[in-house]
């Protein structure tokens, strides 16, 4: 993998904006619980008429997302798991994904599982790779220090980013995915300098995606342990590939 050339993520540091994000959190929920009712009063039309399965999907996820980020996460999981069922049976897989997300940020049992079948549902399904890449950072941000799955995670994020993005969205994420790899090499071995980079990517094998990819399906299988949802095999030949 060659992007190292051009995004040094030892030396790349993002914009402070955090004067720029400060807001009232009171009138936040206040705006989420107005925005939650219009979303149940659409939900509740839709399920007593003939409104097509497909947008009742999505206004569930659109439901759930939004109980999410009023901290109701046992509300927010029937209707988000309900989602998920609907779009994996129409191979709406970037759909799927993104219902994984919600589900985990729901905070509930069978939240890690959802993560890391969203997870290879990003990695193997050809979807939006700035979605990817948040699930990927889930890992990151909740993988110990010295552990080496946030270093598979973060590289994998880059990858993804270099292959399937393009133009200026291929750049954005790029600096992202390099920022979150610079920042894991940080904390997980103190690696300050570009020489030292190399050496520890060499050390824990990051170079080379047929090795780093078969150690995320590792951690995805950690993850979800017995509790996939789908059959994988059945849905990789689906894919329009």
């Known amino acids: 993998m060659n992007t190292m050339k051009s995004f040094d993520p030892l030396t790349i540091r993002l914009p402070d904006t955090a004067a720029d994000s400060v807001f009232n959190a009171g009138s936040e929920f206040a705006a989420l619980e107005s925005h939650l009712q219009v979303l149940k009063e659409r939900l509740a039309a839709i399920e007593h008429s003939s409104g097509s399965a497909h947008e009742l999907a999505d206004l569930r996820l659109q439901v759930a997302r939004t109980l999410v980020g009023l901290e109701r996460g046992a509300e927010a999981w029937p209707l ?4 998920f069922d609907h779009f994996i049976e129409w191979d709406q897989f970037e759909s799927a994904a993104d219902a994984c997300d919600v589900l985990f940020q729901a905070d509930q049992p069978g939240s890690v599982a959802a993560l890391g079948q969203g997870i290879w ?5 050809p979807i939006d790779p700035e979605l ?3 699930l990927l ?3 990151i941000d909740e993988t110990p220090d010295d552990a080496d799955g946030a270093a598979v995670a973060a590289t994998t994020a880059l990858f993804l980013a270099d292959v399937r993005a ?3 969205h291929r750049e954005d994420l790029m ?6 790899l610079g920042t894991v090499a940080r904390r997980h071995s103190r690696v300050e300098t570009p020489e030292q980079l190399d050496r520890w990517m060499d050390r824990l094998e990051l170079k080379e995606p047929e090795k780093f990819l078969v150690r995320l399906r590792n951690i995805v ?3 979800v342990q017995d509790d996939w949802w789908f059959d994988r095999e059945a849905l990789q030949r689906r894919l329009p590939y």
């Open 121 to 125: 549902l990003a990695v193997t399904c």
């Open 221 to 223: 299988d950690v993850l």
């Open 132 to 134: 990817t890449i948040e």
């Open 175 to 180: 600096f992202f995915a390099t920022q979150l």
């Open 80 to 83: 988000a798991r309900a989602a």
């Open 137 to 139: 950072k889930h890992v």
């Open 166 to 168: 393009q133009g200026r």
